[in-house]
């Protein structure tokens, strides 16, 4: 069982960036970032290989999002630019129950067996 810890999560005013990581205790062939806000359903937002490459996104992050990995490729990153108080969220970090859940298309929390805690985003207009 892969456990994963993020970190990165804080308190911004509108149009800052946040470089938000999650750290894997083992392999994991990507993990996706899902957020949530209370009383929504996990909203899935970036799926990132362990080469740092993403392989799916969504929509609302499009332009405005890089990826990177460690030497290790235990550890990825997702910078998010030009933040909006709709990115406020608790961001979380999970890894897939089969490896061919990186490539496919908008991804559902029940694919996914390792979730971190949470980091939370706050984005102040």
């Known amino acids: 069982q892969v456990h994963l810890v993020e970190s990165g999560g804080g308190s911004v005013q509108t149009g800052g960036s946040l470089r938000l990581s999650c750290a894997a205790s083992?392999?994991?062939?990507?993990v996706t970032w899902f957020r949530q806000t209370p009383g929504k359903e996990r909203e899935g937002i970036v799926k990132?290989?362990?080469?740092?490459?993403?392989?799916w996104y969504t929509d609302s992050l499009k332009g405005r999002f890089t990826t990177s990995q460690e030497a290790d490729k235990k550890t990825v990153y997702l910078q998010i630019s030009s933040l909006v108080p709709e990115d406020s969220a608790i961001y979380y970090c999970?890894?897939?129950?089969?490896?061919?859940?990186?490539?496919?298309?908008?991804?559902?929390?029940?694919?996914?067996?390792?979730w971190g805690r949470g980091t939370q985003v706050t984005v102040s207009s």
């Open positions: 990132i290989l362990s080469n740092g490459q993403a392989t």
């Open positions: 083992g392999y994991t062939p990507c």
């Open positions: 999970a890894s897939p129950r089969r490896w061919q859940v990186c490539y496919g298309g908008s991804p559902t929390p029940s694919e996914y067996t390792n």
